[in-house]
Nanobody, 116 residues
């Protein structure tokens, strides 16, 4: 079964850190670029970060540059999003995304809440 499963979300105070994980099953992550997206209540989904197959190319939304880092462990079929100095506006459900064999695949999401 082809799927993506996120984990690592939670409640954190402003300025805190979280590390999100995205595990792939049914396909090899190292053959595809992987994206992280987020959707806050009442807002449209937005792209947060993207990595190409071997980290030779990465993208970060302006709102997270310098604070978020995307990485991947192809041997473990995992992609990570390290989020530092979190701000309340980062509160959202975070999803990872891949497009194996041309089919869009989204994980179920992991909730990140930044609040004091």
């Amino acid at each position: 079964q082809v799927q993506l499963v996120e984990s690592g979300g939670g409640l954190v105070q402003p300025g805190g850190s979280l590390r999100l994980s995205c595990a792939a099953a049914g396909f090899a992550l190292d053959e595809y670029g992987i994206g992280w997206f987020r959707q806050a209540p009442g807002k449209e989904r937005e792209g947060v970060s993207y990595t190409s197959t071997h980290i030779e190319s990465t993208y970060y939304a302006d709102s997270v540059k310098g604070r978020f880092t995307i990485s991947r462990d192809n041997a473990k079929n995992m992609v990570y999003l390290q989020m530092n100095n979190l701000k309340p506006e980062a509160t959202a459900v975070y999803h990872c995304y891949a497009n194996p064999w041309g089919y869009d695949r989204w994980g179920q999401g992991t909730q990140v809440t930044v609040s004091s």
